[in-house]
């Protein structure tokens, strides 16, 4: 099997972030821009529907706008050759729950293509190209019942479109991997939090929106009991799990190369109590209870916690507790202080 | 969500089998022509690449030649609009992993050009067409490390593309059904054996032969050690999973749609033992051992033993021993008496 060029080049990483416009893909490529990857300086080329203005302080990367479902942009990507790929693109599990065709085109189908053009690349390359390859799966992908704690072999049994869409995923990422076209790994992500920005309609944001909006001395509303568990990592962790991902050696992986992130188990009342000891009574007193059964139901059917043993092992790392989560987010959302 | 027609309907039920020129397709197609399906009379539609002659004495199915990957036979099953659909058309394990763009275009772009057929029928109906889908996935969705025996949620970790690709049907037809567009199930065959017919190349054929060539007076090659440990349940027990699972209310089992199959667990000693009693010393007398790292190192990746409880706790049954796998072939193959 090729030796993958990720691990053999000298010089500049040439880097693909996939869904490069969204909150985490700019998290990372500004990482990326301002650090490097796993010590090397890398060129970095993201892709997505659009972008927020790039800062003005680091080298600018290519930013390509287009629809990554479309044959063309396989095409590009296998063209640009990237030593390390990262795949964020992704249409997100209440969109893919609401429009099922577009949820299986952009979740599986172009998934597929891209993975089909680096087989043409690599295979056109006599073997030599075999790009890592980052797929960002996530806890979705599982169902109750579940166990006390998940474990690194429990079957996955989706509840959403987007769980099946992305356990799917997974198993090509893996296939294609085991045949070496690419050295792929595919990553199940926490739900991750405080996600910076505005209130959305997602299901899972209130678990941020009872952090964020009481910090920045707005109300938030708060639809389920005290007592839900689930498993969180902040965005800052999400980065270094995708950084961490694309440097380690994978032959540790076997033929099992999706792994259940790290991350910290806790009940809405033990995110509470972080934000009373962190930012006050008062910042308490911002969450208003309105139970909502809908949302209740959604989340009854999500995973709590999880020993995610492989990836400890990996080396990979999120947070102790929820507090850290939280000065996290004013560390890295609000510029080390809480406003007001 | 609108009732299965399956369910509803009454008088003569309207099933297609895909794939139903193979060994267990015809199998099951002559025990429906014979006993109809579920207490009802039914109509049969096979699909399959060729057919072998159809039996006299029963009434004669539509027989249809096609490719299945082919868009136009996914359209002439939607326009049928079957009660029950049985899913057993595959691009079995050795040539998957050759081929590896066919096994893709077989094993899973098909299936899911039937699925998005048979949805836009659900759709044109009202809702209220929604057959029964049983879709025939394998033990081979299954890799090592595994547990002394795998229960009901052990993780997916296939170890070849075939394996990769059932387990994606499973997931397409897991969501497709909470979707309410069809009430499938996919059931995880143990090995058949067993096997009628001519030796084959696959990887697992000397489960069979060195069982089928001794009966019939052959000489048979057994690559390796006793003391290989395996999963295997009848052709006739297949069928029996097979109209179970078309026939079965599946609300039980919630949104967890694919089942291990019951089987015998026994390693090789035990299959000779069991051919001894039924067949004599002289029988045993004909397997020789010819070790071949090779195939050793393929066996050495597949499940050993299974605890099958949901399954089983839904009826599904397979045979208490291999002597009764034994017995069943020389019942249903060889008119009932050894040869000679």
């Given at each position: 099997?090729?030796?993958?060029?990720?691990?053999?080049?000298?010089?500049?990483?040439?880097?693909?972030?996939?869904?490069?416009?969204?909150?985490?893909?700019?998290?990372?490529?500004?990482?990326?821009?301002a650090?490097?990857?796993?010590?090397?300086?890398?060129?970095?080329?993201?892709?997505?529907?659009?972008?927020?203005?790039?800062p003005t302080d680091l080298p600018?990367?290519?930013?390509?706008?287009?629809?990554?479902?479309?044959?063309?942009?396989?095409?590009?990507?296998?063209?640009?050759?990237?030593?390390?790929?990262?795949?964020?693109?992704?249409?997100?599990?209440?969109?893919?729950?609401?429009?099922?065709?577009?949820?299986?085109?952009?979740?599986?189908?172009?998934?597929?293509?891209?993975?089909?053009?680096?087989?043409?690349?690599?295979?056109?390359?006599?073997?030599?190209?075999?790009?890592?390859?980052?797929?960002?799966?996530?806890?979705?992908?599982?169902?109750?019942?579940?166990?006390?704690?998940?474990?690194?072999?429990?079957?996955?049994?989706?509840?959403?479109?987007?769980?099946?869409?992305?356990?799917?995923?997974?198993?090509?990422?893996?296939?294609?991997?085991?045949?070496?076209?690419?050295?792929?790994?595919?990553?199940?992500?926490?739900?991750?939090?405080?996600?910076?920005?505005?209130?959305?309609?997602?299901?899972?944001?209130?678990?941020?929106?009872?952090?964020?909006?009481?910090?920045?001395?707005?109300?938030?509303?708060?639809?389920?009991?005290?007592?839900?568990?689930?498993?969180?990592?902040?965005?800052?962790?999400?980065?270094?799990?995708?950084?961490?991902?694309?440097?380690?050696?994978?032959?540790?992986?076997?033929?099992?190369?999706?792994?259940?992130?790290?991350?910290?188990?806790?009940?809405?009342?033990?995110?509470?109590?972080?934000?009373?000891?962190?930012?006050?009574?008062?910042?308490?007193?911002?969450?208003?209870?309105?139970?909502?059964?809908?949302?209740?139901?959604?989340?009854?059917?999500?995973?709590?916690?999880?020993?995610?043993?492989?990836?400890?092992?990996?080396?990979?790392?999120?947070?102790?507790?929820?507090?850290?989560?939280?000065?996290?987010?004013?560390?890295?959302?609000?510029?080390?202080?809480?406003?007001?």
């Amino acid at each position: 099997m090729a030796a993958s060029v990720a691990e053999t080049g000298t010089g500049m990483k040439k880097v693909a972030i996939l869904g490069g416009g969204g909150m985490i893909g700019q998290k990372l490529a500004r990482h990326i821009a301002a650090n490097g990857l796993g010590g090397q300086e890398a060129t970095l080329h993201l892709h997505d529907i659009g972008f927020p203005p790039w800062p003005t302080d680091l080298p600018a990367p290519e930013e390509r706008t287009g629809d990554i479902a479309a044959p063309a942009e396989a095409e590009w990507l296998a063209a640009l050759a990237p030593d390390v790929i990262f795949h964020l693109a992704a249409v997100v599990s209440g969109e893919a729950e609401q429009d099922f065709e577009k949820g299986w085109r952009v979740n599986v189908d172009a998934l597929r293509r891209i993975l089909e053009a680096l087989r043409a690349a690599h295979e056109a390359s006599g073997g030599r190209y075999r790009p890592r390859f980052v797929f960002a799966s996530s806890i979705a992908v599982f169902g109750p019942p579940f166990p006390e704690k998940i474990g690194d072999d429990f079957l996955c049994a989706p509840q959403t479109s987007y769980g099946a869409q992305k356990a799917i995923g997974e198993l090509m990422v893996s296939d294609f991997s085991r045949k070496g076209f690419i050295d792929g790994i595919a990553i199940r992500l926490p739900t991750i939090c405080v996600r910076p920005g505005k209130p959305n309609k997602a299901a899972s944001g209130f678990f941020s929106s009872i952090i964020r909006e009481p910090l920045a001395g707005q109300e938030a509303v708060l639809p389920v009991p005290d007592t839900v568990r689930h498993w969180h990592a902040s965005p800052r962790a999400a980065v270094g799990f995708l950084t961490h991902a694309a440097t380690i050696d994978l032959a540790a992986l076997g033929s099992r190369r999706a792994l259940n992130m790290p991350g910290v188990s806790c009940t809405v009342v033990e995110q509470i109590e972080a934000l009373r000891r962190v930012a006050g009574e008062a910042a308490v007193a911002r969450i208003r209870r309105e139970p909502d059964p809908a949302i209740m139901a959604i989340v009854e059917g999500w995973p709590r916690d999880f020993a995610p043993e492989r990836a400890l092992a990996l080396g990979f790392r999120a947070e102790r507790d929820f507090e850290e989560i939280i000065r996290i987010h004013i560390e890295d959302e609000l510029g080390g202080a809480i406003p007001g």
